[in-house]
Structures are given as structure tokens and as C-alpha cells.
């Protein structure tokens, strides 16, 4: 028999299969150490044959390294998949597993224990076979005759170890080993004795019917999680098992405490921020089908349980899902996979679809499934609009207008909190004029333009079109042209001034650079330690305060105009996202939005709640414009530490692409051009942007990733995205 075997190098040059006899049986999927070169290295079995590949001598595997196999054979057939998007194969099984793992570094702990051994002696007889002088001997037994059994470090501190090991060796106490699972911490939640609503009876009948695909469309607090747990239980009772993505690690101690206080043991959680242990015995569970639940953000989407029922993706619309580092991969791909693989149910749900998912839904690949009221008849927040250039026409220049100024006062007075959110996705640098709010847009992508400082030009990322930049407003003349974008920190400054007998805390990327400080500072928010939270993204998601009556959305603008030709629907689920913070309690929420385009249609839909319109006015806008889902925007980023290798290397591929795509119809546009980020971690970046019409697509994509897949050029890395989240 031969071993086909992938070696846990990640180097392209290695990443082929190597033949390997064996002594022993093996199987795919096991984990083995085998000869290389001069060296030992790991690798997995990937495949058997009856013959070599070659006319070579082979050599044999030294060692299986685990007593189970680790890569199962669905997980050999997507790492088989994945690496046809231009992926190493290496990569992509390194994923499935805890790196601990990898290095033989992390162990299934083992506690010990001592107990009396009473099928051979009672306490006479035990008594009876020690000196009489023992004292310490005589202490011991006459202790675990009461206890039976204890931990032998907790004996350890009360005796000495020698007594305890003669005590053994004479048989009169056993030592017992036994394997203990570490578990992550979780927030304690009582679980609730829950009655459906008509609503979510519907969906959950549906789910389990005869479909497969399903897009939850539910406000929120209508109840989904409740519906996905519902799910989850008729998956268990077929002898199945599920997985459960969240967006965000800092969302999974919440739904973790949801989940155990429903499943118990039978929930794993699976992210990065566990110990080393933790995060081995969590994964190790789910091998062994010890649980059945894998909860956690996107890499969950990997654990390794057989037979999977159901795979749900909660707030699916969320950016967090696609994979931006090294291998990059989109969640939703790995999940329809594993989902055709096992016929499981795929369950996508949030409040603020993304407008590609809901398109696909009304294609008929997903079944929509809608909860438009909240439990309890409990109303959504108020939105009220703000006309900034009102304000700044009536001479407040401040960063607060008159009403938001008055809402905060009457808010604290009250004795209730205040949430002020200022928005920087995609940070990039755009030009805006302070008097009417105009911002240079691309006339061919309709995304605002970014301004290069570095030769004062403004260019679309899209197309590559270059243009000189303005100096005066050509609507209104103004020549007050400002980059636009305004500090947490001078907001939190502005409002000690005004407020100075109230406690104000921020929250954004600087001040949450250690892992406890994202909690401390929302502890103590929650606990009424401060009145008003100032944050950035970081504030928008999940988080339940019940004292927030008040959302202030200060510049709600800036996703408007980044250059993303998804910056609508960005702007929408921001904001409904963040005015769903306001009121969750008895008292009712307010939210006010700061506005210079009072009048964007966005503006309008995201007040009214009101999706379906939001939707139909995006689709028809994005068709027009030809993005996706009309077209597919692929993305290859080509990145050398050495900016002349890489920027040639950009060119070579340009090239090879145009080439490969030459009798291809479809084809929008191929444009070569410097990457937003020029540098990042040392690495110079550029990268070439094809842009396809839909139905020529999976035919496009293909061709190129034959070409990326056969580009070797030294020094240079490659990775190609499929309608990317940022061009940056
Ligand atoms: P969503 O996930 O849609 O935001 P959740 O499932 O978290 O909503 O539900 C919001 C709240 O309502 C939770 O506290 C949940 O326990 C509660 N809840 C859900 N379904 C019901 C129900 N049928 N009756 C009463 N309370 C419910
Ligand atoms: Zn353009």
C-alpha cells in the first residue's frame, strides 16, 4: 500500500504529495511523522494507492502521531475543494485543527486520583499490614476509608509523597487517572422556559421541512436564536449534529452561556481566545463526539463533527465572516459545502440581509423566512434625522447639533445613559466640502473617489480612472474642502467640557488594545459606572445595555461616501444596528442620526425599518452600475517586500490574465494598479481587478485561478478574493 502524504510545510515548493509505505495500517486523514529529506516533519495521509507515482525509492512512515484520526474524510474532500481557490493544500488542513495539536504540544489532561482499594483490604486489614509507628500511614487510610477517593495533589499538601507511594505499593491505595475537559468560561444564563410564538412555530416547520436553504429575515429581538435553538434540538433527536457561527469572539461568552444553559456539555465552543488547553479539549470533544454543538465565530466552520444536521451563520451579513489574513476563504463557501456534503440545513439569519444573500434568496437558492415583529409587541426605537448643514448654517460648528445637545441633557438628568457612535469603517481618506456636503464621486463606479495625498490625485479603485483633485466646491464654490473624519477622542474632550460633573468613557481600537479592556470598559458602562459610551463599529454590535435611551449617531455620512460600492448597505445595517441599542428595556428608546444629506434615500428606509424598499432601490442602483451580484469583482493582491519585484510581478499577471481571458465574453474590464494600502507589514502591495459580467463568471473564475494557481514567481505572494469587502 502506498500513503499519499501532504508534510506540514507551508511553502509552495513542498506543497505537493509525497509517496509513503508503512509498517503499520493506516488511514486517510491520520496525522503521521515521516522522513524528509534529512529532517522528521509531520504530515497527514491525504489518500492510499496501489502503486507509486514514480519510479522512486520510498521510504517509510515513521510514527502515527495521534490514537484517532484527526482530518475526517469530508474535511479531506473540502481541503480538496478549498485548494482549488488558490489555497495550499497544507493550509487549508492546517485549519482543521487546533495548532496544539499540530506540534504535539497541547495534551488531553488527565487528573490523578488516589482511592483506597477496597475490594483487597477493609481498615483492619489495612491497619494490620503497616508498622505501628506509620503515624502518617495510619492518618492516610483512616482518612480515604471515610473519602474513598481524592485528588492526589490535594494529598500531596497534607503528606508527604513517599508515604502515599509506599501506601501504594503496598496495594492498599490505587492511583486512578482520569480525563478532564477544560472548559471555557461563559456568562451564567438561567435558561428560560420558552413558549413560541405562532412566527416562530412557522419557521421552525419550515426549516425542518423539505427544504434545504434558508434565509431568516427577522428584526431584532423577534426571537431568532430561540428558532435556531429549536432547530438545533430536532438535528440532536435525528442523532445529528450542528454548528453555529457568531460574528464576533466578544459575542460568543454571551451566546455560549445561552447555548450551555440549554445544551449543557453538548456545546463546544471553538475560537481563538481560549487557552491552549481549552481550545485542544473543545476541538478534541467534537472528534470524538463527546459534544454535538460547535458554537463560535467563522473558524467554527471547520470543527470537526461527522454527520452535521444543521449549519446556522447568525448575522450573516456580517463582514467578520470573510476571511482577510492568509488562507482567505468566505465562510459561506466552506458552508454550502459541508452542507451539500451532509444534505444538512443551512440557516442563514439576520436582521439586515446582505443585499447578495437576499438577492440569491429571491432567486429561490435560499427559502426567505420573515419575523417582522419583535417578542413581546416591544417597538423599535424612533429614528430622528438631523440636518447638519442647517446647523452649520445657523453657526454651530460643534460636532453636536442643538437637539442632540438637548436629548443628552434631559437623558442624564433622568438618570439614564447615552450612547454617541461615530463611524469609520474603512477609514480612507475622501474630500468633502463643509457647505453643501458634496463629495467627488467616479462617473463610471458611482463610489466616491479616495484623494491620494502623495500626488494630489483622486482615484477609483474600481476602474482605475485617475483625476486631479479640487480645490473649490464646484456645486457651491466653496472653498472650505475638508477630509473628513473626526476623532473619538475629541468628541469624548468636547463632551467633559459641556458635561463636567459626568463620566464619559470611549471605546474604540486605542483604547481596547489588551483583551480585558473591551470588557472592563463595557462592565462598566453596564454597571452605570459611566454615562456616556463614545465608540466607534466596536459599540454597534449586540451589546444589551438597559439604561441606554439614547443613540447619537454623530457623521452617519462617512460609509456613504468610502469607496465601496457597498457602502448603502453598510450604512443601513450600521445603523440599524446601532439604533437597536437604544430602549431594550421598559423605557423607550431615541435615536438621533446627524445627517449633511438629510435626504439620502438610505436615510429613509433605515427610519421606516423598512428593508424590502431599501433592497429594491439598492438592486436596481447596482445593476445599473453593473456590481455585484450583476457582475464579479476578483481581486488578486500581489505582495513582495520588494516594491520593483512586486510591481513587475503585478504586470506579469496582468498579463497572463488578459491573456487567459482573451476569447472570454463577459469581460468588463482588467486594470493593473498600485493597492490603496501601498505598504502593509513590509510588504509592498499591488494588484490587478477584473471585473466580469455575471453570467460569464464561473467560467472567468476559473481560468483565473488556473493562471494564479501556475504563477510561481519568487518573492511574491499572491491572494485572490472574490468580490471583495475592502479594496484597500
Ligand atoms: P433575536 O435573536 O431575533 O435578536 P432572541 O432570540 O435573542 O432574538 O430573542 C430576544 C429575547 O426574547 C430573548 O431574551 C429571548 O429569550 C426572548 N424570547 C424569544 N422567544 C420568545 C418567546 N416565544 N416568548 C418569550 N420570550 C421569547
Ligand atoms: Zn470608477
Same mark, same amino acid.
Given at each position: ?37 534529512? @529532517? ?99 492518618? $492516610? ?7 474513598? $477517593? ?38 451564567? $444564563? ?71 444553559? @440549554? ?127 442647517? !446647523? ?9 447639533s442643538a437637539k442632540l445637545l438637548t436629548a443628552l441633557e434631559e437623558t442624564l438628568k433622568e438618570g439614564e445613559q447615552a450612547m454617541i457612535f461615530l463611524n469609520r469603517r474603512g477609514y480612507s481618506s475622501f474630500i468633502r466640502c463643509s457647505e453643501c456636503g458634496f463629495t467627488p464621486k467616479c462617473p463610471s463606479c458611482d463610489v466616491a473617489l479616495y484623494h491620494h495625498t502623495e500626488d494630489n490625485s483622486l482615484r477609483c479603485h474600481y476602474c ?41 468613557? @470611549? ?198 485561478? !488556473? ?22
Amino acid at each position: 500500500m502506498i500513503y499519499k502524504v501532504i508534510v506540514d510545510i507551508s511553502n509552495s515548493e513542498v506543497d505537493r504529495v509525497f509517496d509513503y509505505r508503512s509498517n503499520f495500517p493506516l488511514s486517510p486523514g491520520d496525522r503521521v511523522l515521516v522522513p524528509f529529506g534529512k @529532517r522528521k516533519i509531520e504530515g497527514y495521509v491525504i489518500d492510499t494507492a496501489e502503486t507509486p507515482s514514480g519510479d522512486f525509492e520510498l521510504k517509510n512512515v515513521i510514527e502515527k502521531l495521534d490514537d484517532f484520526t484527526a482530518v475526517t474524510e469530508e474535511m479531506l474532500a473540502l481541503a480538496n475543494y478549498m485548494k482549488t481557490m488558490n489555497l495550499r493544500h497544507v493550509d487549508c488542513l492546517r485549519l482543521f485543527m487546533p495548532s496544539s495539536l499540530r506540534k504535539g504540544k497541547a495534551k488531553l489532561f488527565k487528573r490523578k486520583y488516589i482511592k483506597f482499594n477496597f475490594e483487597e483490604f477493609d481498615i483492619e486489614k489495612a491497619l494490620a499490614s503497616i508498622q505501628k509507628n506509620a503515624t502518617s500511614q495510619h492518618k $492516610i487510610i483512616e482518612r480515604l476509608v471515610k473519602t474513598e $477517593i481524592e485528588q492526589e495533589s490535594d494529598l500531596n499538601r497534607m503528606f508527604a509523597s513517599s508515604t502515599i507511594k509506599t501506601l501504594i505499593e503496598k496495594n492498599i491505595l490505587i492511583r486512578v487517572e482520569e480525563q478532564e475537559y477544560r472548559t471555557p468560561k461563559c456568562f451564567d $444564563i438561567e435558561d428560560k422556559d420558552i413558549k413560541l410564538t405562532q412566527d416562530q412555530k412557522d419557521a421552525i416547520n419550515c426549516i425542518m421541512g423539505p427544504k434545504n436553504a434558508f434565509l431568516v429575515h427577522g428584526v431584532t429581538g423577534s426571537g431568532k436564536t430561540e428558532v435556531y435553538m429549536r432547530v438545533i434540538e430536532e438535528v440532536l433527536k435525528k442523532g445529528q449534529n450542528a454548528i453555529m457561527l457568531v460574528p464576533e469572539i466578544s459575542l460568543t461568552p454571551q451566546m455560549l452561556g445561552v447555548f450551555r444553559a @440549554r445544551f449543557g456539555d453538548l456545546v463546544s465552543l471553538q475560537h481563538s481566545g481560549l487557552t491552549v488547553g481549552e481550545r485542544y479539549d473543545e476541538w478534541y470533544k467534537l472528534r470524538v463526539g463527546f459534544s454535538k454543538i460547535a458554537l463560535g465565530p467563522r473558524s467554527a466552520i471547520f470543527a470537526p463533527l461527522e454527520n452535521v444536521g444543521a449549519i446556522i451563520i447568525d448575522e450573516e451579513h456580517d463582514g467578520s465572516y470573510v476571511s482577510d489574513s492568509n488562507p482567505r476563504y468566505q465562510t459561506i463557501d466552506i458552508a454550502k459545502f459541508r452542507a451539500n456534503y451532509n444534505n444538512a440545513k443551512l440557516i442563514l439569519g439576520s436582521a439586515t440581509p446582505s443585499v447578495e444573500t437576499y438577492y440569491s434568496a429571491l432567486e429561490g437558492q435560499y427559502e426567505i423566512i420573515t419575523l417582522d415583529k419583535r417578542i413581546n409587541q416591544k417597538s423599535l426605537p424612533e429614528i430622528e434625522m438631523i440636518d447638519m448643514k442647517r !446647523e452649520m448654517k445657523a453657526g454651530n460648528t460643534s460636532f453636536f447639533s442643538a437637539k442632540l445637545l438637548t436629548a443628552l441633557e434631559e437623558t442624564l438628568k433622568e438618570g439614564e445613559q447615552a450612547m454617541i457612535f461615530l463611524n469609520r469603517r474603512g477609514y480612507s481618506s475622501f474630500i468633502r466640502c463643509s457647505e453643501c456636503g458634496f463629495t467627488p464621486k467616479c462617473p463610471s463606479c458611482d463610489v466616491a473617489l479616495y484623494h491620494h495625498t502623495e500626488d494630489n490625485s483622486l482615484r477609483c479603485h474600481y476602474c482605475g480612472n485617475k483625476y486631479k483633485s479640487i480645490s473649490v466646491c464646484p456645486i457651491c464654490g466653496n472653498k472650505h474642502l475638508r477630509e473628513g473624519r473626526i476623532g473619538t477622542q475629541k468628541v469624548v474632550k468636547e463632551l467633559e467640557r459641556i458635561f463636567s460633573d459626568k463620566k464619559i468613557i @470611549r471605546m474604540d481600537l486605542d483604547s481596547t488594545s489588551t483583551k480585558d479592556s473591551y470588557v472592563n470598559i463595557l462592565n462598566m458602562f453596564n454597571n452605570g459606572e459611566a454615562d456616556i459610551l463614545v465608540g466607534t463599529q466596536m459599540i454597534a454590535k449586540g451589546h444589551d445595555f438597559k439604561n441606554v435611551t439614547l443613540v447619537g449617531i454623530l457623521d452617519a455620512d462617512i460609509s456613504i461616501y468610502v469607496q465601496d460600492f457597498r457602502a448603502n448597505e453598510r450604512t443601513y445595517q450600521l445603523i440599524t444596528q446601532v439604533a437597536g441599542r437604544a430602549g431594550r428595556d421598559v423605557k423607550p428608546g431615541r435615536v438621533l442620526l446627524q445627517t449633511y444629506v438629510p435626504n439620502y434615500p438610505v436615510y429613509g428606509f433605515i427610519r421606516n425599518y423598512d428593508y424590502e424598499s431599501f433592497y429594491t432601490n439598492e438592486i436596481r442602483r447596482r445593476e445599473g452600475a453593473k456590481f455585484p451580484p450583476f457582475s464579479t469583482i476578483v481581486r488578486l493582491l500581489v505582495q513582495s517586500d520588494d516594491e520593483q519585484i512586486a510591481d513587475g510581478a503585478n504586470t506579469k499577471l496582468a498579463s497572463q490574465i488578459r491573456k487567459a481571458l482573451e476569447s472570454q465574453v463577459g469581460i468588463i474590464r482588467i486594470q493593473e494598479m498600485r493597492a490603496q494600502m501601498r505598504k502593509r507589514a513590509d510588504m509592498y502591495r499591488f494588484q490587478v481587478v477584473v471585473w466580469i459580467d455575471r453570467p460569464a463568471s464561473t467560467q472567468a473564475v476559473e481560468k483565473i485561478y !488556473e493562471v494564479v494557481n501556475n504563477f510561481n514567481e519568487k518573492k511574491v505572494t499572491v491572494f485572490t478574493e472574490i468580490n471583495p469587502l475592502q479594496m484597500s
